[in-house]
């Protein structure tokens, strides 16, 4: 069994097709052009209050254009129409509109799944049904793996191929819910772990991993904290566990043999260049000693929902830096304010500083394991090219070390040290 995740593309669609042979289990995701059609047709209407007709229209073309047979064409009109009716109907309900985008969100992967049956005339299955979340007492969502892979034992059965939508999930209660960055290879890495698949197939939106023909799971975890990552990491542990290859490729280009994502060793060490960061750093006595105080500031960051992309604390607790994407530096700095002025024991010198417009150079790969010199050679590199370090971090693995830099320098920095 092969186990297959795709990104669907309107000229793609024979080809996505022509891979799913049977014995194949097939995950099919939106490309981000139509995601972002769904999103601005929900923004709209909720956020605006206003007619998303000529963006369900346009979406409305989208499928039709990959319509092979009336039953598909049929679909399409009645879905477009379904989420054209909820989404007034929502206008005026007090519910979160990130549940509201994920219901919609959900419509169009199947939308996507069912394009892709017209060809392959498997069994489609509906990715909600087989990826289960549960909801805490604060709210927050969990996936369930246990009782995910009882569906998928239960459903995903035959020898047929067999066609799924993928990334959204439900919880307990019936709500969809969007699963992680890209719950589509999630369910595709899960699916090959519950069958033991021979293999698992991601076909993306970008050259493999950095055109690398092969790297190991743990070189590809860095390489996931990339915002560029056209795949989640989250991909990585099933197969990781389960001792499954996860073969990338390029879904526009046929001549890449793909990266193979194993335990064996990448070729080289490679690079990668995050854009659109701020640095926030706290220091002060306040953090002198006091047990519980980085917990204290990135859970009130995960409270007002900023995810941190960067962690460097210097070994005399003086100072936390931590690098954020910058639309979400405003909420990152009200709730730590809100932190420190709600707490009345901490000294009145501690001071946050806002480091805009920076970037973050990520150097990776098994090679630098026990390679003395590495750091080294990485800051040489950079201060003879007369760019600063505002901040660096190593993980103890030793597989990766990053830097912040001004966003001015990204590009160069980057080209420096491929």
């Known amino acids: 069994m092969i186990v297959k995740a795709f990104v669907l593309k309107q000229h793609s669609i024979g080809k996505i097709a022509s891979m799913c042979a049977p014995g194949t289990i097939a995950v099919i995701r939106p490309q981000r052009t139509i995601e972002g059609m769904f999103r601005e047709a929900v923004r709209k209407t909720i956020q605006e209050k206003k007619s998303a007709r000529e963006d369900l229209d346009a979406i409305r073309e989208y499928f039709l254009a990959m319509a092979v047979t009336p039953a598909y064409k049929e679909t399409v009109e009645m879905t477009v129409d379904t989420v054209s009716t909820y989404l007034r109907e929502a206008m005026y309900v007090q519910t979160a509109s990130v549940a509201i985008e994920d219901y919609v969100m959900a419509k169009c992967a199947r939308l996507c799944a069912e394009a892709v049956n017209q060809y392959v005339r498997g069994k489609l299955l509906d990715g909600t049904e087989l990826m289960i979340c549960t909801s805490d007492a604060k709210g927050e969502q969990h996936f369930d793996w246990t009782a995910s892979e009882q569906q998928i034992r239960k459903r995903c059965k035959g020898d047929g191929p067999l066609v799924i939508s993928g990334g959204y999930g439900r919880l307990t209660s019936g709500y969809v819910v969007r699963v992680g960055k890209d719950g589509a290879h999630l369910m595709a890495a899960l699916i090959a772990a519950v069958f033991k698949a021979d293999t698992i197939e991601l076909h993306v939106e970008a050259h493999g991993v950095e055109g690398l023909s092969a790297i190991t799971y743990d070189e590809a975890a860095h390489y996931c904290a990339s915002e560029r990552a056209p795949f989640s990491s989250s991909a990585l542990w099933p197969a990781k566990n389960a001792g499954i290859p996860i073969l990338v490729k390029d879904i526009e280009d046929e001549t ?62 003086y100072s936390i830096s931590f690098a954020i994407r910058s639309e979400e530096k405003e909420r990152a700095l009200k709730a730590i304010r809100g932190l420190f002025k709600a707490n009345p024991l901490l000294p009145l010198d501690d001071v946050v500083v806002l480091n805009k417009s920076v970037g973050i150079i990520t150097v990776f790969g098994s090679r630098m394991r026990n390679l003395p010199g590495m750091s080294g050679a990485v800051f040489s590199a950079l201060g003879a090219a007369g760019i600063n370090i505002i901040a660096s971090a190593q993980g103890g693995e030793e597989l990766s070390i990053s830097v912040v830099v001004a966003a001015k320098d990204v590009d160069k920095a980057a080209g420096l040290l491929q």
Not at 286 to 291: D, E, F
């Open 256 to 317: 890449f043999d793909g990266t193979l994502i194993s335990t064996g060793s990448a070729h080289k060490t490679a690079v990668l260049a995050d854009k659109n960061l701020d640095l926030i750093t706290v220091y002060g006595t306040g953090l002198l000693g006091r047990v519980g105080m980085s917990g204290a500031i990135f859970s009130c960051l995960a409270t007002v929902g900023v995810n941190v992309r960067f962690i460097a604390q210097t070994s005399s607790e």
